[in-house]
């Protein structure tokens, strides 16, 4: 059974820089896909970026973009999201996806991710 550990969510200010971390443990594969989506108090789980392997490379939601970057290692089966600049919009619970289907027309639906990390919350005080 595969899980997924997050850690490095914290309290951060505005314009500060956060770095996420997620670590699949139970066999996950090198060609599964994986990703963080987020959830703000009283909004709906959205997506954030996906580094989407084998080989299909990092894609980001637009207000993301320029200011935060995810990286991995398929082998290992970890991912990161670095995030600068961040504002008070950002902040929420981060979560870890993972998924063996994801592709250009289902990459951004929570729907499409199989496995789940606990979550790890920002706060991005003004």
């Known amino acids: 059974q595969v899980q997924l550990v997050e850690s490095g969510g914290g309290p951060v200010q505005a314009g500060g820089s956060l770095t996420l971390s997620c670590a699949a443990s139970?066999?996950?594969?090198?060609?599964?896909?994986m990703g963080w989506f987020r959830q703000a108090p009283g909004r709906e789980r959205e997506f954030v970026a996906v580094?989407?392997?084998?080989?299909?490379?990092?894609f980001y939601r637009e207000s993301v973009i320029g200011r935060f970057r995810i990286s991995g290692d398929s082998a290992k089966g970890t991912v990161d999201l670095q995030m600068n600049n961040l504002k008070p919009e950002d902040a929420a619970v981060y979560y870890c996806?993972?998924?063996?289907?994801?592709?250009?027309?289902?990459?951004?639906?929570?729907?499409?991710?199989?496995?789940w990390g606990q979550g790890t919350q920002v706060t991005v005080s003004s």
């Open positions: 996806a993972a998924g063996t289907r994801v592709g250009i027309f289902n990459r951004r639906r929570a729907e499409t991710y199989e496995f």
């Open positions: 139970g066999g996950i594969s090198s060609t599964t896909s």
């Open positions: 580094d989407m392997r084998p080989g299909g490379g990092p």
